[in-house]
């Protein structure tokens, strides 16, 4: 349940590179750990300042995060509840409280006063003390820390804040217990609706942003086109005709192209790849033997489909498994296993077998071709791994017999179909799309917090959901 939590919270983020416990190495010396790391006692004499003991977590706060949030409860404020909850930097020294050195910052229980990279605290909230808990939320989209206390947001404590930071706590005084609890449980404060808030409030700012619109049209006109040129691209001639009408579009290309294109697609996903290898070699002659890669990826995907066919008949109708006529095995332990079935006549066998020795022919003439591509190489291996299972669906590379399997196949034919008359690959509406989700990528590379929350699709499917 903790993991399914966090993952929630974090999308963008691995566990492995959260805070997750408080470290036993980074800490000062009179820190003492119990309970999964957890659990912080202070063990040193609290007679000064002099005194104060930090620990880090083990990690630090991602920025890809956007929004993280960590609470800790004082179990025992012990003899004069001097602790600070807050952040540090990896350079911090940690013998003392967050907030007094350079690149940390804390807010103190004793006098509810704020700490930011200074001795000189600023008056912030209330003080805290034995069965309080207090919550340190760092909000990387805007660099501010806000803490809670007994979930009530007591607004924004430090601005600025540099990213990078360890979530911190610090003891003084003996008998000063506290524990962390940083995300294992659910939180006081309800951090998913702020996150909410936060997103909604991105969301909006994207949406009312304005961008420059290319050879003088206007945003609409864009989209409109580019919403037309997916429908062109990938052959729905029919709504496509129909979008045209409705916004004044023109096509691009001729109805009776875009048709034929359709039918190859419509071959491909139905399995039958050498029907559309040889409409492909008839509408288009010279496409393939200009792409012998794509060609040898068809060649390979026909050798699965047959394998997919002879393995879509009812058991009882094929006696012999393929791996066992591939060895020359048509007795003893095959034929025990079918025992309880029928009899079967030769008649009705031999559909099976004359199968399955063109299957055999077919992949033997793919293995005669000796590519030198180290992928169509990989793709031949796998394909042919499939005989080596009496039952290649339940197989583990059985996925490959999946009707998915055949979309980027017909993908990227579609695409050498197009470029061979001139046209572009991919339409500009996937272009856009991929080009937006890469930057957001990059942003939560370079640490921008504000891209945890701005991921294309989950912003379309908001925007797609009626209001």
């Known amino acids: 349940?903790?993991?399914?939590?966090?993952?929630?919270?974090?999308?963008?983020?691995?566990?492995?590179?959260?805070?997750?416990s408080w470290s036993s190495k980074d800490r000062w010396q009179f820190i003492k750990l119990s309970r999964c790391n957890l659990r912080v006692h202070y063990n040193g004499q609290g007679k000064t300042h002099k005194d104060a003991a930090s620990v880090r977590a083990t990690h630090p706060i991602p920025a890809a995060c956007g929004i993280y949030y960590f609470e800790v409860k004082i179990i025992s404020k012990g003899r004069d509840g001097f602790m600070g909850i807050g952040l540090a930097d990896k350079s911090v020294n940690m013998n003392r409280l967050p907030g007094w050195e350079k690149d940390s910052y804390g807010y103190h229980g004793d006098d509810g006063n704020s700490f930011s990279s200074s001795g000189n605290g600023k008056k912030y909230g209330p003080t805290f003390t034995t069965g309080d808990i207090i919550g340190c939320c760092v909000n990387m989209i805007n660099r501010t820390v806000f803490y809670t206390k007994n979930g009530i947001n007591l607004g924004v404590a430090f601005t600025d804040v540099p990213l990078g930071l360890y979530p911190t706590v610090g003891l003084q005084t003996p008998g000063e217990v506290a524990d962390a609890n940083f995300g294992d449980r659910p939180f006081v404060f309800d951090i998913?609706?702020?996150?909410?808030?936060?997103?909604?409030?991105?969301?909006?700012?994207?949406?009312?942003?304005?961008?420059?619109?290319?050879?003088?049209?206007?945003?609409?006109?864009?989209?409109?086109?580019?919403?037309?040129?997916?429908?062109?691209?990938?052959?729905?001639?029919?709504?496509?005709?129909?979008?045209?009408?409705?916004?004044?579009?023109?096509?691009?290309?001729?109805?009776?192209?875009?048709?034929?294109?359709?039918?190859v697609q419509k071959l491909i996903m139905k399995g039958m790849i050498g029907d559309a290898i040889a409409l492909v070699q008839e509408l288009y002659p010279?496409?393939?033997?200009?792409?012998?890669?794509?060609?040898?990826?068809?060649?390979?995907?026909?050798?699965?489909?047959?394998?997919?066919?002879?393995?879509?008949?009812?058991?009882?109708?094929h006696p012999y498994s393929i791996a066992s006529l591939m060895n020359g095995n048509e007795d003893t332990d095959e034929k025990m296993e079918v025992d309880h079935k029928p009899e079967v006549t030769e008649a009705e066998r031999q559909p099976s077998r004359q199968a399955l020795e063109q299957l055999l022919l077919f992949g033997r003439e793919l293995a005669a071709e000796n590519t030198q591509d180290e992928d169509l190489k990989r793709q031949l291996q796998e394909a042919f791994s499939l005989l080596a299972y009496r039952?290649?669906?339940?197989?583990?590379?059985?996925?490959?017999?999946?009707?998915?399997?055949?979309?980027?196949?017909?993908?990227?034919?579609?695409?050498?179909i197009l470029e061979s008359h001139g046209l572009?690959?991919?339409?500009?509406?996937?272009?856009?799309?991929?080009?937006?989700?890469?930057?957001?990528?990059?942003?939560?590379?370079?640490?921008?917090?504000?891209?945890?929350?701005?991921?294309?699709?989950?912003?379309?499917?908001?925007?797609?959901k009626p209001h």
């Open 1 to 20: 349940m903790s993991e399914d939590r966090i993952a929630k919270l974090y999308p963008h983020v691995p566990e492995s590179l959260l805070p997750r």
């Open 192 to 263: 998913e609706g702020y996150m909410v808030e936060c997103r909604t409030k991105l969301r909006r700012e994207i949406q009312c942003h304005s961008s420059p619109s290319p050879h003088g049209d206007d945003m609409d006109t864009v989209l409109k086109k580019m919403v037309f040129g997916y429908m062109v691209h990938h052959g729905y001639c029919g709504a496509a005709e129909n979008f045209a009408k409705a916004t004044n579009l023109y096509f691009f290309e001729d109805i009776p192209s875009i048709q034929n294109r359709q039918k």
């Open 286 to 317: 010279s496409l393939l033997g200009n792409k012998p890669e794509l060609l040898f990826k068809l060649q390979i995907r026909n050798f699965i489909e047959m394998i997919n066919n002879l393995n879509s008949s009812e058991p009882q109708s």
């Open 391 to 416: 039952d290649p669906k339940q197989s583990p590379i059985g996925y490959l017999l999946q009707p998915n399997q055949r979309e980027q196949l017909c993908a990227d034919l579609n695409s050498a």
């Open 424 to 464: 572009p690959r991919q339409p500009p509406l996937e272009m856009a799309i991929s080009q937006a989700k890469n930057t957001v990528g990059k942003m939560l590379e370079e640490g921008l917090g504000a891209a945890a929350y701005c991921g294309l699709d989950e912003f379309l499917n908001c925007s797609l």
